[in-house]
C-alpha cells in the first residue's frame, strides 16, 4: 500500500489561525496573501522557457482537518517579462483528469507569454496524483493498465462480462492500495488547492486558462469563489451536469467521434496521401474503417509488441486518440494500411504498445470515481451497450459501459456544484465544432449553464484544444484580446475555418 505519509509534508500549519483562513472565506478575502510560503527556484526545462521556476505548495489532505496531514503539490512559474504590464496572475489548469500543470506551463509558457505581452505571470501546479505532485498506486497488474482495458471496450459481441470483472477487480485494488491520498483525488480539491495556490501568491483574484477538464475545474471554481476570479478562458468545456459529471463526459464521445470522423475521412480520401489513401471517396472511409475493425475482432493481427495484438478494440482506441489532432492522422492511416496489409505487422502507437504508469492510472480513476455516484446495475450497462454500439458504431458501446466507478468503496465526499448564471460576467469559452472529446453539444449546455456570465467562441475546427492549438486566428485573437483587454464579444462568435 501507498504510504501517503512518506510523501506527504506532514508539519501542520498553526492551529485556529489556519482553520480561519482555509474555512472562512471572508477571512481570505480581507487578507488574501494568508497562505503558505512557496520558495521559488529556477526550474528551465527543455524546450520550456529559460527563466521558468518552480516550487512545492503545501496542502491538507483533508480541507476539513486542515491542521492534519498534508500533501506536497509541484508548482511551476514564468514571470511576466514586462513588469510596466503585468496586471495579475494567470493560472493554467491542465486536463486530464491527470494532466500536469508543470508539463502544460512548459509547453505553452513562452507562447502564452508572446500572446499576452507580459501582462500576466503565469503559474501552474500538478494535481494531486500528478508528476511531481503527492501520489499514489492502485497496485494495478500490467494488462488492467493498458489504455484499450481502462477505457472499457465490450467485447467482439457486445458483451461485457469481462469489463464487469475488470472493473470490479481494479475497484477492489485501490480501495485496497490507494488510502487516503487516492481517495482525496477529486475536481473539489482541485478547486481549493487551487484557490491555495492563489492565497500563496498574495492575489485577491486570479485570471485562469483551463482546457479540457481544466475548464471543468475552472468552471466550478468560477462557481464556488465568484469574488476572485478575474478574466477566466474556459478552452474545449464539456457538459457540466452535476448528476453525471464523467460518466457524462464518457457518455458524450461517442457523439464527438462521429462528429470528427468525416475529417479524417475526407483526409484519408485525398489523392495527395498517396500509399496512405485508404479509399477513392470520403464516404467509402467509414465502411471500410468498421469493416476492418470487425475483422480483427475475429482475427486480431500480431503486432511489433510481443504479447500485444492489434485487436479491433485496439484499431478503435487507435482512432480515438488520432482524432484529438490533424497531425495525427498519418499515424493511424499507417497502422490501418499495416492492418489491412497480409505481409505487414502493424507497429502500434506508444499509448496502446504498454500500460499506463500504475500511479497514471490511479489519478484518473481515482478523480472520475471520488467525484460523482455511478449507476451500479449490470443490467442497464448491457442495455446501453447494446443500444450505443447500434447507434455509434466507431465506438463499439465503450462509452456508456460499466467502469470501476460502479463498484467504488467510498462515496464522493462532495457533491459537484451546479453552475449557474448567478457570479460577474468575466467567462469566455471557445469551442471547436468537432472535437471528438467533448463535443460541441456538451458545450452548448456549459454555455447555457452560465448564462449571460458567459461568451462563446465557436471555430469551424475540428480536434481538441483551441487557442493557441489550431492556428485559427479569429479564435486566437479573441481570446487574446479578452486576456489583454477584457473585451469579450457582444455577443458568441463564430469563426470560419
Known amino acids: 500500500m501507498t504510504n501517503f505519509l512518506q510523501r506527504a509534508a506532514l508539519v501542520p500549519l498553526s492551529g485556529a489561525a489556519l482553520a480561519a483562513t482555509l474555512l472562512n472565506p471572508a477571512a481570505e478575502a480581507a487578507s488574501p496573501a494568508a497562505g503558505p510560503a512557496l520558495a521559488w527556484h529556477a526550474c528551465a526545462k527543455a524546450g520550456g522557457p529559460l527563466d521558468q521556476e518552480c516550487a512545492d505548495l503545501s496542502v491538507p489532505l483533508d480541507y476539513g482537518d486542515p491542521a492534519g496531514p498534508r500533501l506536497t503539490l509541484a508548482v ?9 504590464a503585468r496586471r495579475g496572475t494567470l493560472a493554467v489548469i491542465p486536463g486530464g483528469p491527470g494532466g500536469s500543470g508543470v508539463q502544460r506551463l512548459t509547453q505553452k ?6 500572446e499576452t505581452k507580459g501582462a500576466y505571470d503565469l503559474v501552474a501546479f500538478d494535481p494531486r496524483g500528478v508528476g511531481g505532485s503527492t501520489r499514489a498506486s492502485c497496485r494495478l497488474a500490467p494488462d488492467d493498465r493498458r489504455l484499450v482495458n481502462l477505457r472499457p471496450w465490450p467485447d467482439a459481441d457486445g458483451a461485457i462480462t469481462d469489463n464487469v470483472a475488470r472493473a470490479r477487480r481494479t475497484a477492489t485494488e485501490c480501495a485496497g492500495n490507494g488510502g487516503a491520498v487516492l481517495r482525496s483525488f477529486s475536481t473539489a480539491n482541485e478547486v481549493r488547492d487551487l484557490d491555495l495556490l492563489r492565497r500563496a501568491l498574495g492575489e485577491r483574484k486570479l485570471s485562469a486558462w483551463g482546457t479540457s477538464y481544466g475548464t471543468y475545474v475552472g468552471a466550478q471554481y468560477a462557481q464556488k469563489f465568484p469574488g476572485r476570479t478575474d478574466r477566466f478562458v474556459l478552452d474545449s468545456s464539456g457538459d457540466p451536469d452535476p448528476s453525471r459529471v464523467e460518466r457524462g463526459w464518457l457518455a458524450n464521445m461517442a457523439q464527438g467521434v462521429d462528429d470528427r470522423f468525416p475529417d479524417f475521412a475526407a483526409w484519408a480520401a485525398d489523392p495527395a ?29 500480431a503486432s511489433t509488441t510481443p504479447g500485444v495484438p492489434l485487436t479491433g478494440n485496439v484499431l478503435r482506441q487507435a482512432l480515438q486518440n488520432a482524432l484529438v489532432e490533424d497531425a495525427a492522422f498519418p499515424q493511424l492511416a499507417r497502422l490501418i494500411e499495416e492492418a489491412r496489409d497480409p505481409a505487414a505487422v502493424p507497429v502500434l502507437p506508444p499509448a496502446l504498445a504498454g500500460p499506463l504508469p500504475d500511479e497514471d492510472a490511479a489519478v484518473m480513476l481515482g478523480v472520475l470515481c471520488n467525484d460523482v455516484t455511478w449507476p451500479s446495475s449490470m443490467a442497464a450497462y448491457q442495455s446501453a451497450v447494446s443500444a450505443d454500439r447500434a447507434r455509434h458504431p466507431l465506438t463499439a458501446g465503450m462509452p456508456v459501459n460499466v467502469t470501476p466507478c460502479s463498484f467504488w468503496k467510498d462515496a464522493p465526499a462532495h457533491k459537484p456544484t451546479r453552475i449557474t448564471d448567478e457570479g460577474p460576467s468575466n467567462v469566455l469559452m471557445i469551442q471547436n465544432l468537432r472535437d471528438p472529446a467533448v463535443p460541441y453539444s456538451g458545450a452548448l449546455k456549459m454555455r447555457a449553464a452560465f448564462g449571460d456570465r458567459a461568451r462563446l467562441v465557436s471555430v469551424d475546427h475540428g480536434g481538441h484544444g483551441v487557442y493557441l492549438a489550431n492556428g485559427n486566428t479569429c479564435g486566437d485573437r479573441a481570446v487574446t484580446r479578452f486576456l489583454t483587454t477584457g473585451e469579450r464579444p457582444g455577443r458568441d462568435l463564430y469563426c470560419a475555418a
Open 273 to 301: 496521401r498517396g500509399a496512405l489513401r485508404l479509399a477513392e471517396r470520403a464516404d467509402g472511409v467509414r465502411p471500410f474503417f468498421l469493416d476492418l475493425a470487425a475483422r480483427l475482432d475475429r482475427a486480431p493481427k
Open 76 to 84: 511551476s512559474r514564468v514571470r511576466s517579462d514586462r513588469p510596466e
Open 109 to 114: 509558457g513562452e507562447a502564452l507569454r508572446k
